[in-house]
């Protein structure tokens, strides 16, 4: 695999000139500090610096919500003391629980169940649920107008309004297993990924429709494409496609909508989180090239340059795991995601890249959230904060 991988690198960089696909640097187990952001570049994360929490967010707990896809519950965790405060019931299959555009609400993606749960940030209670359909995951368009769940099983994208949760309009889409979602800078347009068919899909926001698809990767890795997450350089220039069986990040030129390079990281590359200095990424790779793993698998945190486009630190699970989804502490000290196929959630130290904690929870965790976040507002999943 690697033979083949370093061969289809080499024909890439022929392919797209300047950029094209990349060898990590060495990269051993290291430290990778979230330091002071450089002032010289475009940084689209630099609202959510370390810290620097709204009102609004500032009002809130400081706690971890868990969603246990299998047993259909939240586990909330004191994220002070790493405690399980409390476990509560869900509707079937909560796949995501995700900040609101205006901060107000964290919303319970409950894929199977049909709903949406909300919780009160402040209080860290739950509330009655809202009929949704098929919401595997869900964001905000830039300008806090609109939600979009994202209907996976339906082949949808529904567009409702951000604030009542009414439906506005259905938008299929051509290719399957669509779950993740990106913004470009400016606003106009959004990225999802399509995990079971290999492709993103591009939309254009102002009209509500779709205006593209591309094949991630039409046999030039000799994988066939299984992307995840998705999420924007700082200077939303490139657009990092988290890929589970390319075992790495796709870099894909959102304007253009076209590929431009690939960065191996490692088996199962699954979640994209920047750094809270927006100088680094996080990324999960969750030890299985399936979506269905097994316990204690090769499970590991790649750190991402994304200025040099360069591995600067691996992080291991001592024993195994399965990083999955999460995002960082408020402080930019610590990254929290959860073990999916091992029934426990990770922290790790970000200046030394540790596993100082694992805490148990329930079966099959996802996409987890770290309350608050700093930020002006959400852009959904688990903390897409601008």
């Keep these: 695999m690697a033979t083949r991988l370093a061969a289809a690198a080499g024909a890439l960089v022929l392919a797209v000139a300047c950029r094209g696909d990349h060898r990590s640097a060495a ?64 509707g079937a299959l909560p796949q995501h629980v995700v900040p609101s555009y205006d901060l107000t609400t964290l919303w319970v993606a409950n894929n199977l169940g049909g709903t949406l749960t909300p919780i009160d940030p402040t209080t860290g209670q739950e509330g009655a649920s809202v009929p949704v359909d098929d919401p595997y995951n869900l964001y905000f368009t830039p300008d806090g107008r609109f939600a979009i769940v994202v209907a996976e099983r339906r082949r949808r994208l529904d567009v409702r309004d951000a604030h009542t949760m009414a439906p506005v309009q259905s938008l299929p889409v051509q290719c399957k297993g669509v779950d993740h979602m990106e913004f470009t800078a400016d606003g106009r347009f959004a990225v999802a990924t399509c995990e079971f068919s290999g492709q993103l899909v591009k939309v254009d926001l102002e009209a509500r429709a779709v205006v593209g698809y591309l094949t991630l ?26 890929d589970m069986k390319a075992n790495g990040v796709f870099l894909v030129d959102p304007e253009a909508f076209r590929r431009v ?15 809270r200095d927006g100088r680094l990424l996080y990324i999960t790779n969750r030890g299985w090239n399936t979506t269905a793993g097994g316990r204690r698998g ?33 402080d ?21 890249g540790q596993l100082t904690h694992r805490i148990k929870v329930g079966r099959e965790p ?19 904060m601008r």
């Excluded at 390079?261 to 750094?275: A, D, E, L, N, Q």
């Excluded at 996409?367 to 999943?381: A, E, I, K, N």
């Design 261 to 275: 390079g690939f960065i191996p990281t490692g088996r199962g590359t699954h979640g994209i989180y920047p750094s």
């Design 217 to 242: 990767d039409p046999g030039g890795l000799d994988s066939t494409a299984m992307p995840q997450d998705i999420r924007s350089s700082p200077d939303g220039r490139v657009f990092y496609v988290a």
């Design 27 to 90: 990269a051993g187990h290291v430290a990778a500090p979230d330091t002071a952001a450089r002032s010289d570049t475009v940084n689209l994360y630099a609202a959510a610096g370390a810290n620097r929490l709204s009102p609004r967010a500032a009002q809130a707990r400081p706690l971890v919500y868990v969603p246990n896809s299998k047993d259909g519950t939240v586990t909330v965790i004191d994220a002070r003391t790493y405690r399980v405060l409390r476990t509560f019931p869900t």
């Design 332 to 352: 930019g000290k610590e990254l929290w995601v959860s073990g999916r196929y091992d029934e426990e959630v990770y922290v790790f130290d970000t200046g030394t």
């Design 298 to 330: 090769p499970g590991s945190v790649t750190v991402l340059d994304p200025r040099t486009e360069q591995i600067v630190a691996t992080w291991v699970v001592p024993g195994g795991g399965s990083p999955d989804m999460g995002n960082v502490t408020a």
């Design 366 to 384: 996802h996409g987890l959230c770290v309350w608050p976040q700093p930020g002006r507002y959400s852009l959904g999943h688990t903390g897409n």
